[in-house]
């Protein structure tokens, strides 16, 4: 009955962005149902007819206590307990082999691919505009840049969005666990061609993967990051 | 409109008769007459910035058609009717601006502050007459610059009513030149006319009421714009300085916004939210006042909770100002920082959950008649939950990754701004009505006006959570550009319909207000038989406001008291000697 709404969900932590969208779902709807079932109950309970005379009262200390502390405790439980999410997507970012430089600009996205070496400002970098190729099931860290305006990275699928800042470089991170081609829109207002300022996230199987990276650097000979595995450890990069 | 009461005049004032024509409605220093004017203008202004939102409907169920009525509009804005995407951003920009700074914020606070603060406190006028005429004279020209804007070479603002730098600050971004600067220069100037507003309802409030009228004998509504009031005087000068930076921007070639000269993108952030969350609770706080002054009025029944209720607006007030970050968490403001605006935003919350639970107790046990005004008060509640409730996703981080930016917020504000501060508005002229013009309002068309707003509100604007939460971006000139919105477009065409209905639903309350000004049934002193002092004077108050000066006894909501045989008991109303009271 849910699911219908949301995209569906290609990324690791895509599940846990749902699961809280889940939670508060069903808590926002228990209060807005409770408020207007009250409110309607009392609507015809109470509506005026002959003879009738309104209660005299001027309030009740106990019922202004609890709708004070329930609420309150519902809604920083919900605060805490969203904290964790939050930095696994923004703030402890997994190591990883896979780094590509996204720079945003009016009214496109460059993708930098670092090529074999894994060295940015080498010979083999290669720019792609538009077109962000990655391995399924692999950390992928992504340096924002913006050479303009501000513009938002979203791709619904992965639940990610990140805006782009002119002067900085914002790492952020997905994992994609579903081959396919995925739009990447620009979510922030950045000009006359805002809408329609569109890249593409093709996730690929890993002999996909590998294929497409002989063929975009054929002299380097399968050098291509190899099937590394996450580092255990992980990183704190921030 | 209608002329004063002369037998109300000839006692105490004798003197406004020699007033003419301009010193009576044009230059007037009488606060009824300047919130009258403050009415008209925000309604003439919501009829420009509601033919942008129903053009940026059309546009976003049937793109790049050509849209009725509109062929008049002349190029470069519109071409034969067709939208090009640059007056889209333009339309969506001055939308919001005029709906928030030139509708919103004059209906509630120019217009109904300037109305019921004198007569709700027992006051003869406001503390500083000339400064009031000022306020709205000054709020004028900024209305000429914001809506003429449109006609300079280069078209209106486009960078969105948040004016993000650098988008807003380097004029080759959008391609908007004196347009954006018009902008910024308009608001300038209307927060000088907001803040000579302030100073006076602050100093009317402290200084001016009637014996007897003590803190917690006031009006709801009167402190709700007490603490607007103080909130709009420490708000906008943050807001006024932003707007100078981005002028210098754009104008002396500094670059406070931009990085390339040393600048920093985010400052613009921070500082337009730091203003931009107390103005959130100017335009939501006035709203809540008047709901709590309506309900009890229609409950026949004293107000739940009258002292939570007052701390709960304190409360908002004081949150208001450390909650701005979470307009921010995908900005790349530092993450962490995002979790402390997640926790303060989370407990802001509470406030507004205690004020519903207090309109709910009100209701309780209440004797409750359902008319016009009262069905807004009602229908108020009822969306302003939706609105707070879905606050809570934006405000947790992780789900707002995904609803930033999208419809979700689209549909937030609108459950907040219109169905919050718009319904109360009109529940507020309903209300009102018979006190600032003398007549009754028809019922008939108002009930209409209400089912007709109320229905196709929420065909209109709910949908749009749904399409947010499919991923769908705000601020988007063409949805079909992206293969994901595909399944999602007819939810547009419904949105659009139900916005379009609602829209033709308004004329309703045009010929109601136009009808009833001149044609509607005479109003008593006190057709809703309430407690107020406003309800002491003769509709409309003649200047000078009071015959007599009143004294208060006791508070605002003594209805079905047992010491009395009616079921309300006015504040002025004298029990110790012989029956006092004026009816
Ligand atoms: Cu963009
Ligand atoms: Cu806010």
Known sequence: MLNWWLPENVSTYGADIDGLFHLVYWITMAAWVLVQVTMIAFLVMYRNRPGRRATYTHGNNGLEIMWTIIPALIVVWLGFRSVETWNKIKIDLPESEHVIEVTAKQFNWEMLYPGPDGEFDTDDDKMIENDLRVPVNKPIILNLKSKDVIHSFFVPQLRMKQDVMPGRTIRSWFEATKAGTYEIPCAELCGFGHSGMLGYLTVLEQADYDAWLAEQWPAAQAQAPENDEVDPEGGRIG | ?583
């Open chain 2, 1 to 583: 409109m209608t002329a004063h009461a002369p037998t109300a005049d000839a006692h105490a004032h004798a003197e406004h008769h020699d007033l003419g024509f301009v010193r009576t409605y044009l230059f007037s220093t009488d606060h009824k007459m300047i919130g009258r004017q403050f009415l008209f203008m925000s309604l003439f202004m919501m009829i420009i910035g509601g033919g942008l939102a129903l053009m940026i409907r059309w546009q976003l169920a049937w793109p790049e058609t050509q849209i009725p009525l509109t062929r008049w509009i002349p190029e470069p804005m519109m071409y034969d009717g067709f939208m090009p995407p640059e007056f889209y951003n333009a339309a969506v920009t001055m939308h919001a601006t005029i709906m928030v700074f030139f509708v919103v914020m004059p209906l509630l606070v120019g217009c109904f502050g300037n109305f019921l603060i004198p007569l709700m406190i027992g006051a003869g006028d406001m503390a500083f007459p000339l400064l009031n005429m000022l306020s709205f004279w000054v709020s004028v020209p900024a209305g000429i610059m914001m809506v003429g804007s449109f006609w300079v070479e280069g078209g209106a603002a486009a960078a969105g009513w948040t004016g993000y730098a650098p988008l807003s600050t380097v004029p080759e971004y959008t391609g908007v030149g004196m347009g954006q600067n018009l902008w910024a220069l308009s608001l300038i100037v209307l927060g000088a006319s907001s803040l000579m507003g302030a100073v006076n309802y602050i100093t009317t409030i402290i200084n001016m009421r009637a014996p007897g009228m003590t803190w917690f004998r006031m009006p709801l509504v009167v402190w709700s714009l007490f603490i607007t009031a103080i909130l709009l005087l420490l708000a906008l000068p943050v807001l006024t300085a932003g707007l100078g930076l981005m002028l210098f921007d754009r104008m002396a070639g500094t670059s406070f916004f931009l990085p390339a000269g040393g600048g920093e993108p985010l400052l613009w952030q921070h500082i337009f939210w730091f203003f931009g969350h107390p103005e959130v609770y100017i335009m939501i706080l006035p709203a809540m006042g008047i709901a709590s002054e309506i309900m009890p009025v229609f409950a026949r029944k004293p107000i739940f909770g009258y002292h939570a209720m007052v701390f709960s607006i304190i409360s908002i007030a004081f949150l208001s100002w450390i909650v701005w970050g979470h307009h921010m968490f995908q900005s790349g403001m530092n993450f962490t920082l995002g979790t402390s605006f997640m926790i303060t935003t989370m407990v802001i919350a509470v406030p507004s959950a205690i004020k519903t639970f207090n309109w709910l107790g009100t209701l309780w046990g209440g004797n409750i008649h359902f008319k016009v005004p009262m069905l807004w008060a009602l229908g108020f509640i009822s969306t302003f939950v939706v609105g707070g409730l879905s606050g809570i996703y934006m405000a947790n981080t992780p789900i707002d990754i995904f609803i930033h930016d999208t419809y979700f917020i689209v549909a937030h504000i609108h459950y907040v701004l219109f169905g919050g501060s718009i319904f109360a508005m009109f529940g507020a002229v309903t209300f009102w009505f018979p006190k600032m013009f003398g007549r009754m309002m028809n019922p008939t068309m108002g009930q209409i006006h209400f089912w007709g707003t109320f229905i196709f509100y929420n065909i209109g604007f709910f949908p749009m959570h749904i399409i947010g939460v499919g991923g769908h971006m705000r601020r988007i000139y063409n949805p079909t550009q992206y293969e994901f919105l595909e399944p999602m477009q007819w939810w547009n065409v419904f949105i659009t319909r139900g916005v379009l209905i609602m829209g033709a639903f308004q004329l309703v309350f045009a010929i109601n207000l136009f009808y009833s000004l001149y044609f509607g049934k005479k109003a008593d002193r006190n057709p809703w038989q309430s407690n107020t002092l406003e309800w002491e004077c003769p509709s409309p108050p003649g200047h000078g406001n009071f015959e007599t000066p009143v004294t208060v006894h006791r508070g605002p909501y003594e209805y079905s008291s047992p010491e009395v045989e009616e079921d309300f008991l006015p504040q002025t109303r004298d029990l110790s000697g012989a029956t006092g009271g004026s009816h």
